[in-house]
T-cell receptor, first 114, second 114 residues
Framework: AQSVSQHNHHVILSEAASLELGCNYS??????LFWYVQYPGQHLQLLLK????DPLVKGIKGFEAEFIKSKFSFNLRKPSVQWSDTAEYFC????????????WGAGTKLIIKP | KAGVTQTPRYLIKTRGQQVTLSCSPI?????VSWYQQTPGQGLQFLFE???????NKGNFPGRFSGRQFSNSRSEMNVSTLELGDSALYLC?????????????FGPGTRLLVL
């Protein structure tokens, strides 16, 4: 069965620090990759997605992610975080193997210290 | 377009009761997926409905059921509630067309079982 692993459950950074959240998946075939964000008290929102093409994907609010097929990874990055980036971040993967149902990582809680 | 709506937003029930949650997808979306979100377990997939048919199912007991109507609105039912069913129940809609599998989430229904 497919699985998605997010390396860090909690990350604490200061404002202006650079961010990288890890995401690895187990499926070897063609995948669709997603990062979602859940701000405190708000619903899950799509941050960015990769279906095909340029492996460097840009999303909303200055976030980007790079798909590295050889490493089965889709890490999320932001060069300079803000206090408002405090949220929980979820990586998800879908494929033909999962009948295109999303397989979710456990989430990473990000806290930005002002 | 209006987003995904879920009703009710909050619900308090007692053990043994049953509950019905409702989800209205984004106009034109034919797929509705349901998830259970808890602090300890993260996002757990319940089931997906597409054009009134259950397309995928997660590993939940038969007490959890759902259906979808011809207008794509979906309901989820939980019978014989247990304390462990306390969670945020999320609904997501998707066009479910090749290349358009992105899921868009509603605000959720927070269920508390006493």
């Amino acid at each position: 069965a497919q699985s998605v692993s997010q390396h860090n459950h909690h990350v604490i950074l200061s404002e202006a620090a650079s961010l990288e959240l890890g995401c690895n998946y187990s499926y070897g075939g063609t995948v669709n990759l997603f990062w979602y964000v859940q701000y405190p008290g708000q619903h899950l929102q799509l941050l960015l997605k990769y279906f095909s093409g340029d492996p460097l994907v840009k999303g909303i609010k200055g976030f980007e992610a790079e798909f590295i097929k050889s490493k089965f990874s889709f890490n999320l990055r932001k060069p300079s975080v803000q206090w408002s980036d405090t949220a929980e971040y979820f990586c998800a993967v879908s494929s033909m193997d999962s009948n295109y149902q999303l397989i979710w990582g456990a989430g990473t809680k990000l806290i930005i210290k002002p | 377009k209006a987003g995904v709506t879920q009703t009710p937003r909050y619900l308090i029930k007692t053990r043994g009761q049953q509950v019905t949650l409702s989800c209205s997808p984004i106009s034109g979306h034919r797929s509705v997926s349901w998830y259970q979100q808890t602090p300890g377990q993260g996002l757990q997939f319940l089931f997906e409905y597409f054009s009134e048919t259950q397309r995928n199912k997660g590993n939940f007991p038969g007490r959890f059921s759902g259906r979808q109507f011809s207008n794509s609105r979906s309901e989820m039912n939980v019978s014989t509630l247990e304390l462990g069913d306390s969670a945020l129940y999320l609904c997501a809609s998707s066009p479910r067309v090749a290349g358009q599998e992105t899921q868009y989430f509603g605000p959720g229904t927070r269920l508390l079982v006493l």
